[in-house]
T-cell receptor, first 115, second 110 residues
Framework: NAGVTQTPKFRILKIGQSMTLQCTQD?????MYWYRQDPGMGLKLIYY???????DKGEVPNGYNVSRSTTEDFPLRLELAAPSQTSVYFC??????????????FGAGTRLSVL | RKEVEQDPGPFNVPEGATVAFNCTYS??????FFWYRQDCRKEPKLLMS???SGNEDGRFTAQLNRASQYISLLIRDSKLSDSATYLC???????????FGSGTRLLVRP
């Protein structure tokens, strides 16, 4: 029962480097989300997807890109890392229907530092 | 004004105490409400949904007041293991986006 799996767990980047945060879910959920959480703050939505091939911007999309080629995978791309992107990144998924349709299930997070 | 507002705390209580958190939301059209729990350096996990009539799950009771646009969480007989940050979460206008409060930190001491 893997649920939502994120890799890597930790990463240090230099300013200007790029990287992809991986997210995979095995629950066949249609909806997937990327959040960032800064220290002492709530979660802010970066991007979300309602199904394969469909993505949309959330509250703080600048500096990030996503793709959704399969139901299972929703990678988040940082093209030119900046210190302001130092944060904890959480991926989540939720089903489109059923009793749990409004409930989001989270991965363990990726801690990213940009120096 | 933030869409979901919570007192950040920390609430520092002894074991066995009863503690209550409130949360206010700004969008009167919000449809669904939740409390999530987040342990230090961990991912948020659903604690309980909040229903219009109020609901209870063991030591936890959630209430919704639509007229005043606030949600509450009551924890009875606090345990050390209840120490965590409690996130108030509201479903916004769309059917799939959630709005998270910044959380209320609870510390339960022996």
């Amino acid at each position: 029962n893997a649920g939502v799996t994120q890799t890597p767990k930790f990463r240090i980047l230099k300013i200007g480097q790029s990287m992809t945060l991986q997210c995979t879910q095995d629950m066949n959920h249609n909806y997937m989300y990327w959040y960032r959480q800064d220290p002492g703050m709530g979660l802010k939505l970066i991007y979300y997807s309602v199904g394969a091939g469909i993505t949309d911007k959330g509250e703080v999309p600048n500096g990030y890109n996503v793709s959704r080629s399969t139901t299972e995978d929703f990678p988040l791309r940082l093209e030119l890392a900046a210190p302001s992107q130092t944060s904890v990144y959480f991926c989540a998924s939720s089903p489109r229907q059923g009793a749990a349709k409004n409930i989001q299930y989270f991965g363990a997070g990726t801690r990213l530092s940009v120096l | 004004r933030k869409e979901v507002e919570q007192d950040p705390g920390p609430f520092n209580v002894p074991e066995g105490a009863t503690v209550a958190f409130n949360c206010t939301y700004s969008n009167s059209a919000s449809q669904s409400f939740f409390w999530y729990r987040q342990d230090c350096r961990k991912e948020p996990k659903l604690l309980m949904s909040v229903y219009s009539s109020g609901n209870e799950d063991g030591r936890f009771t959630a209430q919704l007041n639509r007229a005043s646009q606030y949600i509450s969480l009551l924890i009875r007989d606090s345990k050390l293991s209840d120490s965590a940050t409690y996130l108030c979460v509201v479903r916004g206008d769309s059917s799939y986006k959630l709005i998270f409060g910044s959380g209320t930190r609870l510390l339960v001491r022996p």
